[in-house]
């Protein structure tokens, strides 16, 4: 069975920056092209950053230039870097496969950015 682990959120001001964390256990992770997704209240899910297994990266225009997405394979872990956060950023943010699969969601991790 396949989990998934989330961490790294938190309040933060704008301009400021947090470092995201996703854990995964029980998957040949170092096969999956892995994404972060995040849903703002009243918005539908959407998929912000993917990364292949090779490490190739795609990112959502409102996020191209400040985030980063990277992963470790040796850790099955894949990390979401954010950089001059802007209070549009506030959402909760999940990884999964990209595209996403049903039992790959975690918890979440709610990132704020707030002044």
């Known amino acids: 069975q396949v989990q998934v682990v989330e961490s790294g959120g938190g309040l933060v001001q704008p301009g400021g920056s947090l470092r995201l964390s996703c854990a995964v256990s029980?998957?040949?992770?170092?096969?999956?092209?892995m994404g972060w997704y995040r849903q703002a209240p009243g918005k539908q899910r959407e998929l912000v950053a993917d990364?292949?297994?090779?490490?190739?990266?795609n990112y959502a225009d409102s996020v191209k230039g400040r985030f980063t997405i990277s992963r470790d394979n040796a850790k099955n872990t894949v990390y979401l870097q954010m950089n001059s956060l802007k209070p549009e950023d506030t959402a909760v943010y999940y990884c999964?496969?990209?595209?996403?699969?049903?039992?790959?969601w975690g918890q979440g991790t709610q990132v704020t950015v707030s002044s």
């Open positions: 999964n496969r990209a595209p996403a699969v049903p039992g790959y």
């Open positions: 029980g998957s040949i992770f170092s096969l999956y092209t």
């Open positions: 990364i292949t297994g090779r490490s190739s990266t």
